[in-house]
């Protein structure tokens, strides 16, 4: 008998490599999570982000000790666990060589809103005002509440008009006034005709040829910030054999939009509605809600209403699932969503195939915005004219505006599509805070581009702000007036590109951060940013290394005197 030979440079050939996993750890996280040797169910990839959230909210933050026990609890390489949890902003991963954060973390938003309200000097007074060691303060993107700044953020809970002493007083207090948000329940929403439109879909009152019809004659297009026709999106997808999905985009990212948290927070039916129906037509297995991680009372809300339906016999249970983003802009783009939603960082595919052809699982998909399922029961019961006539300027439909900054009334305003900002800040903003003039205007969020005052006439909609170099996307706009810097709003908005890039495509990653250094020095060298703008806009991979140039160029082109007058530029 021939005896093993062992290879004393390899003595432990055959066993796993990397760190002996405790079984308690293992037995910890099925005391969480659930056993997955009972439900297999849990071990699937695209829960991943999902247990990892269950993770944060327990302990606060992510040990490596907890990753590993992930790893294996979902047979997973950790790499793959780890990079997932590093990607996301609202994950804190803690080495073993590291101190957790506080058990108290202030965010401080810091998008152009809130820099605006003030939101810079509360960040600077709230860090001098507690020990690091048991409180954290941070900046933070856009929370989606722009009405309301300067916002801030004390764990989960929202501060909203945030002051020093208010955001002191909830630390000190642990006390939190919970979001009062008041919205119509089902037996509510069925009795005032909710959800007809539903049955007569499913007993083939309406076909789908029928409503596909109507929604073009409506004019309806997506409003999550392209502005595809919603019809066309819809046969796309059924042209495609199944099975198919169907996605919802709740990760409204963009600086200065709001309008979807609105509508979620009042009438979470209707949109559950138009989302059924639009998982409806294109014949969807199941329904993905991928909805922002900063809006942790419409998870309540949604939660909620969604268990109504399944009572009431509406859906069946498991066909709308509800999932969070973890804090990533990128994953508004659609197919990063996808990505996200699948477990996985929320990195743009290259196209095509598109995700009407290749999406979710690799399965046709159908990815429509919040806003613009919500207004499908409506068409239907007032008519596509009805909808397709409200538009001024020669253009159709309404537009949900998200209006902040410089304004007496900020806050989502319903009006005709093709409205001009003088006639919205007037008829909806209630005009111009007191002392300040109208300097300049972002129709479109910092992705948008930004106008002069002397441009407050061109119709706000799809197709009316390209000759300008500007684009309405969800049209989230955001007032500036004469009192306020531009170099500050430049650095500002491509501070943010440069944190929210995915570091996927080298234009993208090295062009925003470049940009904001070349924005940052004492005077602007123009050729170099036009050039360096036009490789980004060329090369770069999705929309957000695409438009982070919109701003400063935009500030180039109509903003070139009071550049010049304040010493910003030295060539061009």
Known sequence: MTESIVNPKRPF???PRGRDLPPV????????????????????????????????????HLSLAELRALAAYMAL???????????????????????????VTVRVCDSLSCQLAGAEALRERLAAGFAPETVRVVRAPCMGRCDTAPVAEVGHHHVLFATAEGVEAVVDTGHFHPEAILWQRLADYRGAGGYRLLAACRDGEVSVEALIDELERSGLRGLGGAGFPTY????????EPGPRYAVINADEGEPGTFKDRHYLEREPHRFLEGALISAWAVEACALYIYLRDEYPGLHRVLCEAIDELVAAGLVAPDFVILRRGAGAYICGEESA????LEGKPGKPRHRPPFVAQKGLFDRPTLVNNVETVYWIPLIHEKGADWFADQ?????????????SGRVKRPGVHLAPAGITLNELLQEYGGGMQEGHRLAG??????????LPASKADIPLDFDTLQEAGCFIGSAAVIVLSDQDDLRAVATNLLAFFADESCGQCTPCRVGTEKMLTLLERDAWDVEQLERLSRVMMDASICGLGQAAPNPVLSL???FRDELAAQNLIVKG
């Open 337 to 340: 969503l996808i990505e996200s």
């Open 232 to 239: 066309r999106k819809w046969q796309a997808v059924r042209a």
């Open 556 to 558: 180039l082109r109509d």
């Open 77 to 103: 390489p950790m790499a793959t666990v780890y990079e997932t949890a590093t990607f996301y902003a609202h994950f804190d991963v803690v080495h073993d060589d590291q101190s957790p954060p506080p058990e």
């Open 391 to 403: 538009g001024r300027h020669g253009r159709r439909g309404l537009r949900s505006f998200s209006l």
């Open 441 to 450: 205007y972002l129709p479109g969020g910092a992705s948008g581009g930004i």
């Open 25 to 60: 750890a293992l037995a910890a996280l099925r005391m969480l999570l659930g056993d997955e040797r009972a439900d297999p169910g849990l071990r699937q990839r695209d829960r991943l982000i999902e247990h990892l959230h269950a993770l944060q909210d327990a302990h606060g």
């Open 13 to 15: 050939r055959g066993k």
